[in-house]
């Protein structure tokens, strides 16, 4: 083990001492069962089912009841900060696009077709290659696997931050119902339907629907039919169909699609820039949230649609070798409508007014993954190979609503949304991208038998990327503009694990990841930038002690970032921006800790941890020439999640639990526009649950559910524009509801 892994496995468990001393424990699994411990979690990072704590990857998993307690039904849910590695925001005032980082490595900007996110997004093994549409409602999900830092070698491009897998409950061949039905404040409703048909002639089908509907939570003054700020209309539904070919030969096919019809956010107006003399009579900075906006705008609905096939097939050729194929293609229509209610105009008498910002993105991709999953005497191996295909085009049109009258008390609709230009020269712009990525990718773990204990892993990912693509439009004529990106490259990985005991085991890990380069669509000249690239340390220690009542999972990692992709804004034309590779290496360093403790039976007490240090990295400004400091958006020093679960003794009726949850984070910068801190954020939420309340046949559930229960607020994200004002977003209220769930 070399000096650096040394150092970082001495820290790592200083630090687990420190964050065990320092805060109170929670709980990620149960303990309603007859034994006291924490549980096996059974993880699939590394390509093969495998216990949590023998995986030697910093990660956490979230089983469908931990999901559950903490109110997550989609990736937006994930914003309170629930799981502290995961930093998610939405984009500006996109509904379901959402910028998703880890480690400090948060993209602001990665909703256009052109760029690539930092954490990649996979659901049942497919990736998503867009942002857009992950705000989108899942459907049944068995659990959700947090990697965190780079997955270069087994999950492949863009995965430099770390890897979200969801993965989703399959057919089992038994029928089953299982439906819950829930209201809540702000008329919220919601629906789940998952239905299992019994297996017939080798078929398994499973059938599963939601629903999720919210008024507003920003009333719109304009009155009559008009909606609100913050409305929430998601729906979707998936089958599934598992045949068993064979003994050892199964087939999964499975179709989804999700629909999403949301309002946009309200945006508050937090400073300005601005003279009193230009500002409208009806504007006053705001100070905190509200319940209804400052001045009557239309409001409209952002219609989003996602769907896809995929087909799996698993081929048990021994008990050494398992071959899996999974094929899958997906489409996304997204299409954004959002309003500005006057923060991102310049003010004055009969001046526009009210900015409408109108952006679709439509992709289709195609993916191909073929693994070799094998055990053979001391190797366990995983070879695969990967295609991945992607079309994808975007267009934007900004609009006004109308124009302040001459006394700025008011404001003059238009019939119809006008051009900004008044011209007819649309859209403003508009791209086409077209991407292929093939790669091949082998992992291997070797753990000899004269050594027990002693794990080698060593693995390496062949990355072939071509990307090109051209500005169709820029203010409604073709500029002539076109980009190439091509990249060939080996990212490779080693780990050195070694087990002191059957409970407690550390590894030190090398690896490397990238983040792929393209061109910028909000550029007037189609800047170009390279791939990033990522290399890190990582050293861990699981450990499951006192008779498997206290797990503490703790890992150090120290990365260096090169070619920087840095976005600069365009004081003068706010709708262009330019990237460009940062010269300056930036490393990034923290630590991450998972603790779980069971001290009685049906108490489990949990705390999860993340320490960041992304220091700023000094970059010239291409506009201004000056040098400025860039800071990981969205990524505060320290983040935590608490919580205490309690199941009481079983009463004659039914079972009774409890579950109380603590989500904090410090301040961060919000994003490149702004360099005041985001305010820190304590969320502090509830579930109590009386289940297996006996039906004849069923069973019945009933639950007590509250989000941000003291109403606590915060910004989420803030917008500058130079010279006018800073947009800001805040963080949901309190929000609370009644469900009731019913299993035949």
């Known amino acids: 083990m070399s000096n650096g892994g040394l150092h970082l496995l001495r820290i790592a468990l200083a630090a687990s001492a420190a964050t065990w001393l320092a805060t109170p424990a929670a709980a990620q699994e149960s303990t309603g069962d007859e034994t006291?411990?924490?549980?096996?979690?059974?993880?699939?990072?590394?390509?093969?089912?495998?216990?949590?704590?023998?995986?030697?990857?910093?990660?956490?998993?979230l089983s469908s009841e931990t999901l559950e307690e903490k109110g997550i039904g989609s990736l937006s849910d994930l914003f309170t900060g629930a799981v502290p590695s995961i930093r998610i925001a939405p984009f500006v005032g996109r509904v379901s696009?959402?910028?998703?980082?880890?480690?400090?490595?948060?993209?602001?900007?990665?909703?256009q077709v052109s760029r690539d996110p930092t954490v990649g997004i996979y659901i049942d093994s497919?990736?998503?290659?867009?942002?857009?549409?992950?705000?989108?409602?899942?459907?049944?999900?068995?659990?959700?696997?947090?990697?965190?830092?780079?997955?270069?070698?087994?999950?492949?491009?863009?995965?430099?931050?770390?890897?979200i897998s969801v993965v989703s409950k399959r057919p089992t061949g038994e029928a089953s119902v299982d439906v819950k039905a829930g209201i809540g404040n702000y008329r919220g409703r919601s629906l789940a339907a998952h239905v299992n048909l019994p297996e017939a002639a080798g078929l398994s089908v499973k059938v599963d629907g939601v629903f999720e509907g919210r008024d507003g939570l920003v009333k719109n003054p304009l009155g009559g039919d008009a909606l609100d700020y913050g409305e929430i209309k998601r729906y979707g539904f998936k089958i599934s169909v598992l045949g068993r070919l064979a003994e050892n030969l199964s087939l999964l096919y499975a179709y989804d699609l999700s629909r999403d019809k949301s309002t946009g956010y309200y945006h508050y107006i937090t400073a300005s820039d601005q003279s009193p003399?230009?500002?409208?009579?009806?504007?006053?900075?705001?100070?905190?949230?509200?319940?209804?906006?400052?001045?009557?705008?239309?409001?409209?609905?952002?219609?989003?649609?996602?769907?896809?096939?995929?087909?799996?097939?698993?081929?048990?050729?021994?008990?050494?070798?398992?071959?899996?194929?999974?094929?899958?293609?997906?489409?996304?229509?997204s299409t954004?409508?959002?309003?500005?209610?006057?923060?991102?105009?310049?003010?004055?008498?009969?001046?526009?007014?009210?900015?409408?910002?109108?952006?679709?993105?439509?992709?289709?991709?195609?993916?191909?993954?073929?693994?070799?999953?094998?055990?053979?005497?001391?190797?366990?191996?995983?070879?695969?190979?990967?295609?991945?295909?992607?079309?994808?085009?975007?267009?934007?049109?900004?609009?006004?609503?109308?124009?302040?009258?001459?006394?700025?008390?008011?404001?003059?609709?238009?019939?119809?949304?006008?051009?900004?230009?008044?011209?007819?020269?649309?859209?403003?712009?508009?791209?086409?991208?077209?991407?292929?990525?093939?790669?091949l990718f082998g992992q291997a773990t070797w753990s000899p038998e004269a050594l027990r204990g002693l794990h080698i892993t060593a693995g390496a990912r062949y990355t072939d990327d071509h990307k090109d693509g051209r500005l169709l439009f820029i203010a409604g004529v073709d500029p002539n503009l076109t980009f190439v990106f091509d990249s060939s490259r080996i990212d490779p990985m080693a780990t050195i694990a070694y087990d002191f005991s059957?409970?407690?085991?550390?590894?030190?890990?090398?690896?490397?990841?990238?983040?792929a380069g393209g061109a910028n669509t909000r550029s007037v000249i189609l800047r170009t930038f390279g791939e990033e690239e990522l290399t890190a340390w990582e050293a861990g220690m699981k450990a499951d002690l006192f008779d498997r009542r206290l797990r503490v999972n703790v890992a150090a990692y120290m990365s260096r970032l090169s070619n920087q992709q840095v976005d600069f804004l365009n004081p003068a034309f706010i709708s262009n921006t330019e990237t460009v590779n940062a010269p300056e290496k930036r490393k990034i360093k923290g630590v991450e800790a998972d603790i779980t403790l069971v001290p009685v039976r049906g108490l489990s007490l949990s705390a999860n941890y993340v320490y960041t240090d992304a220091p700023p990295t000094p970059v010239r400004n291409i506009f201004t020439g000056e040098i400025e400091q860039t800071s990981s958006a969205f990524t505060p020093k320290h983040a935590a999640s608490l919580s205490a679960d309690y199941v009481f003794p079983a009463f004659s009726f039914g079972q009774l639990r409890a579950y109380v949850g603590l989500d904090t984070a410090g301040n961060y910068i919000p994003n490149g526009t702004v360099d005041v801190k985001a305010d820190k954020a304590l969320l502090l939420n509830g579930r109590l649950?009386?289940?297996?309340?006996?039906?004849?046949?069923?069973?019945?559930?009933?639950?007590l559910w509250g989000k941000n229960l003291t109403n606590a607020t915060y910004n989420l994200f803030d917008f500058r524009i130079p010279r006018r004002t800073t947009a800001t977003l805040y963080n949901e209220p309190r929000t609370y509801g009644l469900e009731a769930r019913v299993r035949f």
């Open 36 to 61: 006291i411990g924490v549980t096996d979690i059974v993880v699939t990072a590394q390509k093969r089912e495998e216990n949590l704590q023998d995986t030697p990857i910093s990660m956490v998993a």
């Open 97 to 111: 696009a959402v910028s998703i980082g880890m480690r400090g490595l948060v993209p602001v900007d990665a909703t």
């Open 126 to 163: 497919v990736y998503l290659g867009r942002v857009s549409g992950l705000g989108m409602e899942l459907a049944d999900i068995e659990r959700i696997e947090v990697l965190r830092g780079p997955q270069g070698t087994l999950f492949g491009r863009n995965t430099i931050g770390g890897a």
């Open 277 to 333: 003399a230009v500002t409208p009579s009806f504007i006053t900075l705001d100070t905190g949230r509200v319940r209804t906006g400052r001045f009557g705008f239309p409001v409209f609905r952002n219609p989003q649609e996602a769907k896809g096939h995929s087909i799996t097939a698993e081929w048990d050729v021994s008990d050494a070798l398992t071959i899996r194929s999974i094929s899958a293609w997906r489409n996304l229509d």
């Open 336 to 439: 954004q409508l959002d309003t500005d209610e006057g923060s991102n105009t310049t003010w004055g008498p009969n001046r526009r007014f009210g900015r409408l910002s109108y952006a679709n993105v439509k992709q289709s991709q195609f993916s191909q993954e073929v693994q070799l999953v094998g055990d053979v005497g001391e190797l366990k191996f995983v070879l695969g190979a990967y295609y991945f295909k992607e079309k994808g085009q975007d267009e934007a049109i900004v609009y006004s609503l109308g124009t302040l009258n001459s006394t700025l008390t008011g404001v003059n609709f238009f019939p119809e949304p006008s051009p900004d230009d008044g011209a007819s020269r649309l859209p403003d712009r508009a791209a086409l991208v077209d991407v292929k990525s093939k790669a």
């Open 502 to 515: 059957e409970d407690i085991n550390a590894y030190v890990k090398w690896s490397r990841a990238y983040r």
């Open 689 to 703: 649950t009386l289940g297996d309340i006996d039906l004849g046949g069923g069973t019945l559930e009933v639950a």
